[in-house]
C-alpha cells in the first residue's frame, strides 16, 4: 500500500469490513489511485470520497458500488472517479461460452438419449 501507484481489486466479497477503508487509505502512497473490478462494499466508498477530497488519492475507477444498481450521487459525480458498468464477462465469447456451459448441464441431467 504505501509503494504502489495504483492498487487494483480483483476479489470476491462476502460482506463485513471493507478491504479498503479508511485505516488501508491512510497507508498509501500520497495520490495514489484505487481500481475497483470486484464487489461492491470491497472500498469504503465514505473512506474512498474523503481521501480524494483531501488530496490522499489522485482518483478511482469503479464499476462496482456499495448501494448497486444506485450508487450514492457523490459517487456519480465526482470529476475524480471513473465509472465503467461490471459487464467484463459480456462479451460475445463470455456468452457464447455460458451457453454452450448451460447445454451441457441441461444434457448432463437429462442424459444423453443419442
Do not use: C, W
Not at 504502489?4 to 478491504?19: E, M, N, R, W
Amino acid at each position: 500500500l504505501e509503494q504502489a501507484d495504483f492498487i487494483t481489486l480483483h476479489v470476491p466479497f462476502s460482506g463485513g469490513k471493507p478491504i479498503l477503508g479508511e485505516e488501508e487509505m491512510a497507508k498509501m502512497k500520497d495520490g495514489a489511485y484505487i481500481v475497483n473490478a470486484a464487489r461492491g462494499g470491497t472500498v469504503d466508498e465514505q473512506a474512498l470520497l474523503s481521501a480524494l477530497a483531501s488530496g490522499k488519492l489522485a482518483g478511482a475507477a469503479l464499476d462496482v458500488f456499495d448501494l448497486e444498481p444506485s450508487p450514492q450521487e457523490e459517487i456519480l459525480n465526482n470529476p475524480k472517479i471513473s465509472l465503467t458498468p461490471h459487464t467484463g464477462a459480456s462479451t460475445l465469447e463470455a456468452q457464447r461460452n455460458i451457453g454452450l456451459e448451460l447445454a451441457d448441464k441441461i444434457i448432463a441431467f437429462y442424459g444423453d438419449d443419442k
